[in-house]
C-alpha cells in the first residue's frame, strides 16, 4: 500500500523534472542561437573593416605616388626657374 501512495507522488516529480529539463534545453538552444547570430554579425564586421583597411591602404599608396609625381615636377619647375 505504501508503494501505491508513493507512486503518484514519484510519477508527478518525474513529469516535474522532464519539464524543468525540457525549458532548460529550450534555453540552452535559444542562447546558442543567439551566440550564433553575434558570431555572424561578428564575421560581417571584421569583413567589412577588411575591405575598409584595403581601400585605405590603397588611397594611401594612390597618395605616395601622387605625392612622387609632385615633388618630381616641382623639382623640374624648380630646375627651369633657375636656368631660366
Request: glycine share 8%.
Amino acid at each position: 500500500m505504501c508503494a501505491e501512495r508513493h507512486a503518484p507522488l514519484a510519477v508527478e516529480q518525474q513529469g516535474s523534472a522532464t519539464q524543468e529539463i525540457s525549458r532548460n534545453v529550450a534555453q540552452a538552444a535559444h542562447g546558442t542561437a543567439d551566440v550564433a547570430a553575434n558570431i555572424g554579425e561578428v564575421n560581417r564586421g571584421a569583413a567589412k573593416t577588411g575591405t575598409a583597411s584595403s581601400q585605405v591602404l590603397s588611397s594611401a599608396q594612390e597618395l605616395a605616388s601622387q605625392g612622387s609625381k609632385l615633388k618630381s615636377e616641382v623639382a623640374k619647375f624648380l630646375s627651369t626657374v633657375r636656368a631660366g
